[in-house]
């Protein structure tokens, strides 16, 4: 190499370091405050199935003697949520610390990360809060989950919960209900013909349970695009945003 080649690379990395190009730059702004995206268990993200279920794929997993089944797209859409700059993904469950435990770190993202991985904070039964005693009413109606755990910024913190008003009274605007849900078939024409209160009432609902995560994923990039918002959370859709169909990419990773 000559001098003359040399002085000019040697006077490259001088300006690049100098000009800020080759590091971060020094005029950024404040951080923005960062964004909670967090995700019930129990019937928004897993379906329980029954325990005889032969667990042969990826989907489904086995914690204790029972048989879970992964919703569809929820690897897909964990990964995208938390790639966006400034949000942060956690799980809130009224499952036992360690079930919930299990089942995340099975849960795999698309790059192999597990759910347990990337999630900022896991919430458990122990950190339900107790607003009743009263033996009379629901589960749900004595133990609430208190948002301002993952962050006391309320106006910065949504979850999708299947459970209506699960969290505290003053956080009802926070949740994404995600209506009725119901028992996972793998193929509409295994719908049963006389169908219980759990099980799809037609087709349409059918298919309707099938995309509901990418139902969540609609009103959360509501939320995100409104990031610079005073309070993001208030743009959260009253209800689940009807989705039609799937982005194709994404329908590869989905079973039959
Ligand atoms: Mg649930």
Not at 6 to 23: D, E, P, Q, V, Y
Not at 119 to 148: E, G, I, M
Not at 203 to 217: F, H, N, P
Request: charged share 25%.
């Amino acid at each position: 190499m000559t001098l003359g080649l040399r002085k000019l690379i040697l006077g490259l990395a001088f300006l690049s370091s100098a000009t800020g190009l080759s590091g971060s730059p020094s005029f950024a702004g404040p951080a923005p405050k960062p964004i909670d995206f967090v995700f019930d268990l129990d019937w928004t993200l897993f379906y329980v199935l029954p325990k005889d279920t032969l667990v042969d794929d990826r989907f489904t997993f086995r914690f204790d003697d029972e048989v879970y089944r992964l919703a569809d797209f929820v690897p897909e859409v964990l990964a995208d949520i938390e790639s966006w700059p400034g949000a942060r993904v956690s799980f809130f469950s009224g499952g036992t610390t360690e079930r919930n435990e299990a089942l995340l770190k099975m849960l795999r993202l698309p790059d192999g990360r597990s759910a347990w991985d990337i999630a900022y904070k896991v919430l458990n039964r122990p950190d339900l809060t107790k607003v009743s005693d009263n033996p009379a009413l629901k589960f749900s109606k004595q133990n609430k989950k208190d948002l301002s755990k993952i962050n006391p910024n309320l106006g910065h913190v949504v979850i999708a919960d299947d459970t209506e008003e699960f969290v505290m009274p003053n956080q009802i605007s926070n949740q994404l209900w995600l209506g009725a849900t119901y028992t996972f078939y793998s193929n509409e024409n295994d719908l049963p013909r006389i169908a219980t209160q759990y099980d799809p009432p037609s087709r349409a609902e059918w298919k309707k349970e099938r995309l509901k995560i990418l139902s969540v994923w609609e009103a959360f990039r509501q939320v995100y695009r409104n990031r610079d918002a005073a309070r993001p959370a208030d743009f959260l859709p009253a209800k689940l945003p009807e989705v039609s169909s799937p982005c194709p990419i994404w329908l590869r990773s989905v079973t039959p």
